[in-house]
């Protein structure tokens, strides 16, 4: 069994495998570098590892399970909330919200989900009417602002209906695709 040190933060749980013996660190290149003393730690996807403490930011709980992934897709990444912001909409309009930087761990869950046999997550995703809300630098006015990509340069109605909702329908790619779209709906 492997342990996990699970956080929350605005946009679903993420985690981190938790180690507090060296015998926990038998599969990893940690084991030689980690001494009694620093223990208990956790281990990042990188090969790194950070000190641990229960008074960590976000910090939840501590689960043991033989998952390589301790959390389920909709924990990770809250579908359907209300706060949604950056992340994948559905044809169907359904949500899945993650933070600035993890669209493509999302879109691997998502595939793994809905798309079994998918090799390339992001795509596979795209080619099935996905549309992904990330948030980007316009590189001239130096904002930050939310964009809309479709890979098909297609939205369904109830992506549109989702877009109107968070605010988004004014976005100029936002216009584009409804103006190309609206006829099919």
């Not at 990444?77 to 359904?94: A, C, T």
Request: charged share 30%; glycine share 6%.
């Amino acid at each position: 069994m492997k342990k996990y040190a699970i956080y929350k933060s605005e946009t679903g749980y993420y985690y981190y495998r938790y180690a507090d013996c060296p015998e926990q660190l038998e599969d990893t290149k940690l084991k030689s570098i980690i001494t009694e003393d620093k223990f208990p730690v956790l281990i990042d996807d990188k090969g790194g590892y950070y000190l641990f403490s229960k008074n960590d930011y976000g910090f939840v709980k501590i689960i043991e399970t033989d998952n390589e992934c301790p959390l389920s897709l909709e924990e990770m990444y809250f579908k359907n909330d209300r706060n949604f912001s950056l992340g994948w909409i559905s044809p169907e309009g359904d949500t899945y919200s993650c933070s600035y930087t993890n669209h493509t761990k999302c879109a691997k869950m998502l595939a793994e989900k809905f798309f079994r046999d998918s090799k390339f997550p992001e795509r596979t995703l795209g080619r099935a009417g996905w549309i992904k809300v990330i948030d980007s630098w316009d590189g001239i006015q130096r904002e930050h602002g939310q964009f809309v990509y479709s890979f098909t340069g297609k939205i369904t109605r109830c992506q549109a209906d989702k877009l109107f909702d968070l605010g988004l329908y004014n976005n100029d790619e936002v216009k584009k695709l409804i103006q190309n779209c609206e006829n099919y709906w």
